[in-house]
């Protein structure tokens, strides 16, 4: 996808051109295994809350490191497709097996000897041994839990036993001034233990929680022995799931048994994992 302004856009009817300054590169390196209870969500979460809303801006990034390496598609999905919240152009992750055993026997994949060929062009798309990048941040799994955002932006990220933190924590007079008016909004006082936070309404969004794991975690929880959810208010709470965005996403989340995506011939495609 190309971005222009209105200039840009003039530019491109006259002479059928368009200038687009190549991206800078960036890596992400999450190593060690995911710590119990975390999810690919908390995974990008913790990557904006250390690099910001703009922390990414001009850069493609490229995920890697065994955490991602053992997510299914959704959860990198959820990632690569959350880039955009950190200003990036773009996110990726190199395919491997995993990638190879979801697209087998789609609709349009390739069949028999293409197939193969296939794989073996998608098995180079690799970063090259030695390749340097623009900018690089490793995160060791092991410091990574729960997060959930406590303001208006997804930069404005803490683990789920921090506490909400206070305008002067802020790096400078905009982000004070940011941190001050999403307290306002969110009707929250600094230092509050985020775990002490009531839910007063659970919501399954249609983004990125709206995978066919994230609605069976869900119904996990609900499905539980305990009359509450943890941390919901009893004369409140509320479970609301937002309706799969396609016919067989909805099939899939209403049946048990395998989560992939099913073969089917409608138009409906899987959105921001």
Request: hydrophobic share 35%.
């Amino acid at each position: 996808m190309l971005r222009s302004g209105p200039a840009g856009v003039g530019h491109c009817l006259a002479p059928k051109t368009l200038f687009e300054k190549p991206p800078k590169t960036a890596r992400t390196t999450v190593g060690g295994p995911l710590p119990f209870g975390v999810t690919a969500k908390d995974v990008i979460l913790a990557i904006i809350g250390r690099i910001g809303t703009a922390g990414g801006t001009g850069h493609v990034i490229e995920y890697a490191g065994e955490v991602i390496r053992g997510l299914s598609m959704e959860g990198r999905m959820t990632i690569c497709n959350m880039s955009i919240e950190a200003g990036a152009r773009g996110g990726m992750i190199a395919p491997d097996q995993t990638t190879f055993d979801y697209l087998k026997g789609l609709r349009f994949a390739p069949q028999g000897a293409a197939w193969d060929e296939a794989v073996a062009a998608w098995s180079r798309l690799k970063t090259d041994e030695g390749a340097t990048f623009d900018r690089e941040l490793v995160i060791p799994a092991i410091e990574l839990t729960p997060y959930v955002t406590w303001g208006t932006n997804p930069g404005q990220v803490i683990p789920i036993n921090a506490e909400i933190p206070s305008a002067d924590s802020a790096a400078g007079e905009a982000d004070r001034r940011g941190i001050e008016r999403a307290l306002e909004y969110m009707g929250l006082k600094p230092g509050t233990p985020m775990e002490e936070v009531t839910i007063n309404r659970a919501f399954l969004g249609s983004c990125t929680n709206s995978r066919i794991e994230d609605l069976r975690a869900a119904a996990t929880v609900v499905a539980a022995p305990a009359a509450t959810p943890p941390g919901c208010c009893p004369s409140t709470s509320a479970w609301t799931p937002a309706p799969p965005s396609s016919r067989p996403r909805r099939r899939t989340s209403t049946r048990p048994g395998s989560g992939r995506r099913p073969r089917t011939r409608s138009r409906a495609a899987s959105g921001r994992a």
